[in-house]
């Protein structure tokens, strides 16, 4: 039986497409051209582009040797070209482009077309926003690069060698589950750091808040409160930053659900909406009020905040056991009352508490209401908080909204339940 040799025209078409975009990008950005010119361009990479296609084709329909030979010399020519450019410059971006382009039409030629799309996609990106790029790197300084580097060696090293489990009573310990939940909280303090590196200082109280309220918003309020007793001035300012930080709780706890537990969000959600409107109305208030007010965003020492992402799985592994063993004893009354006092400190724990552990020994509906009840409790501190360390004006913004985020958040679980 002879080989197939019917002609994959979509595989050909992405490869050589693929070529033409990023030899239109050689060609836009100068490097086809002048004194200092690379060996390719817009028709060059067009028909290195078709070349891989035509490769990737020759071995899908048997045609393996003459596959190779026609690879062997692309990438020959390519060879051939860098040694001569670098003679001049040592630059080998438009060469290693080509190698990227004939892989990518080989890839196109076997069938696999959009994984082809993807790589050509993202080549041509990473070209085109070389500037941007450089720049970016220009901005990372050493603290930066060592998290970096240390995520990069706790999601790729050390995760997959844990053990899976689970090992232990009461549903036991799943140690690679909780090292992943330490990265899912380092990762989210990283982003928080490069958000406030890329907000800068002197973006004002509300954008504060906002970032803030990503790590804790119990924490922003509390020292918004008491620095608008020393700085009355700017009291209306922190009190609109204090209640953007409590709108962030909102989406931090439902983005949290939907990665950890997705079938627990939609029961959650209702619950959380009513609070979540009324804090949002009025950070938007406080946004139209007040653009800019000269505050510095602080920067961590530690990005990762690793220590705080461990007590943060360590916290989950204890509440996972004690609501395991007060929802066998008490039942629901025992989660829900749990779920009360472990709200008025860390309504993080809780939240992955109930989508990871709980929500798989009891029911979706008491894990969603645990959640909203450890939010309500939370939210009562918080009310506390600004009424007692708060100014005048901060009481009336800060504390105001939180006693009407207070009375959706019972509303909902009344009228709901």
Excluded at 107 to 126: K, P
Excluded at 272 to 299: E, H, K, M, S
Excluded at 322 to 338: C, E, I, P, Y
Excluded at 358 to 364: E, G, I, K
Aim: no cysteine.
């Amino acid at each position: 039986m002879g080989p197939n040799l019917t002609i994959d025209f979509l595989g050909l078409f992405i490869a050589t497409l693929g070529g033409t975009a990023v030899g239109l990008e050689r060609q836009w950005s100068g490097h086809a051209g002048g004194a200092r010119a690379r060996f390719a361009g817009l028709r060059t990479f067009t028909m290195l582009g078709g070349l891989g296609g035509l490769s990737g084709w020759l071995a899908v329909a048997g045609l393996s040797a003459a596959a190779i030979v026609l690879l062997a010399g692309v990438v020959a020519i390519i060879v051939a070209a860098y040694i001569a450019g670098s003679r001049r410059e040592i630059d080998g971006t438009t060469e290693v482009a080509a190698v990227v382009v004939v892989a990518a039409g080989v890839i196109a030629g076997t069938g696999f077309h959009g994984l082809a799309s993807g790589v050509i996609a993202l080549t041509s990106l990473l070209l085109v926003e070389k500037s941007r790029l450089h720049a970016l790197v220009g901005r990372i300084d050493d603290v930066e690069l060592r998290a970096g580097v240390r995520f990069a060696v706790m999601a790729l090293v050390v995760l997959p060698l844990l053990p899976e489990g689970p090992f232990g009573p009461l549903g036991g310990v799943r140690p690679r589950q909780l090292w992943a939940l330490v990265l899912f909280f380092s990762g989210l303090s990283f982003l928080g750091h490069v958000a406030r590196r890329m907000v800068g200082p002197g973006q004002g109280y509300l954008v504060t808040g906002l970032l803030g309220g990503l790590v804790s918003s119990t924490n922003v309020t509390f020292t918004f409160a008491r620095m608008s007793r020393s700085d009355k001035a700017t009291a209306r300012a922190l009190g609109f930053g204090a209640v953007a930080a409590n709108a962030m709780l909102y989406p931090r706890v439902l983005v949290a659900t939907a990665v950890l537990n997705a079938s627990l969000l939609p029961v959650l959600a209702p619950y959380l909406l009513g609070p979540a409107v009324v804090a949002a109305a009025v950070a938007v208030i406080g946004i139209r009020q007040f653009r800019r007010n000269g505050v510095t965003v602080p920067q961590a020492a530690n990005p990762l905040q690793l220590m705080a992402a461990l007590q943060m799985g360590l916290t989950f592994q204890v509440v996972l056991t004690l609501m395991s063993l007060l929802g066998r004893t008490w039942g629901d009354a025992g989660v829900f009352s749990s779920a009360a006092v472990l709200g008025l400190t860390d309504v993080d724990a809780l939240t992955v508490a109930m989508a990871k552990g709980v929500a798989h020994t009891t029911s979706l509906e008491t894990a969603g209401v645990a959640i909203a009840i450890g939010v309500l409790s939370n939210t009562a501190l918080k009310l506390a908080v600004a009424l007692f360390f708060g100014s005048v004006p901060f009481r009336k913004i800060a504390g105001g909204t939180l006693f009407l985020m207070l009375g959706a958040a019972a509303a909902a679980l009344v009228w709901i339940r």
